[in-house]
């Protein structure tokens, strides 16, 4: 037998084991990708937004007044932590004071309200208030 004959029937046996093991695998890819991709969830930073911020007169406490917007995967609840600072752009030296405040009984569709309270506010300083961070728990 000579070399040539010899390479040319090991070339077929490779093929052959590699239709084998890849062809099953290709069937596989191909009949599970029918259905559409999911979109992923959107972050519930984008359901929130803070509505207005005032100074309460008789505690002299920042009040912020926060919107959260129903998702259509079903009725939950935002836990929103609202920053309270003395200008809109953050000093990366000085802390920023921040409140909870949770919105529950969210329906897809609907918007709710909420109030986050901050702290005592200094005189003729007018406050900034503004989403920090939100989160979104489906109702049980």
């Known amino acids: 037998m000579s070399t ?4 040319g029937w090991l070339v077929g046996l490779v093929t052959v084991a590699g239709l084998l093991v890849f062809a099953p695998l290709g069937l596989y890819v191909w009949a ?3 259905d559409p991709p ?9 359901d929130v937004r803070v509505t207005g911020c005032r100074i309460d007169p008789a ?3 920042v009040v912020a007044a926060v919107e959260a917007a129903g998702r259509a995967e079903g009725p939950g609840a935002y836990v929103v ?3 309270f ?3 809109a752009e953050a000093d990366p030296q000085a802390r920023a004071a921040q ?4 919105i529950p009984g969210v329906a897809p569709g609907a918007t709710e309200y909420g109030e986050a309270v901050g702290p005592v506010w200094p005189v003729a300083t007018v ?3 503004g989403v920090a961070g939100a989160e979104f728990a489906r109702a049980a």
């Open 81 to 83: 932590t609202v920053e």
């Open 4 to 7: 040539l004959k010899w390479q």
């Open 85 to 87: 600072r003395d200008r």
């Open 127 to 129: 406050p900034w208030c």
């Open 38 to 46: 999911q979109a992923p969830p959107r972050a519930a930073l984008e």
């Open 59 to 61: 505690s002299r406490r």
């Open 32 to 34: 599970s990708g029918g």
């Open 99 to 102: 409140a909870l405040v949770k």
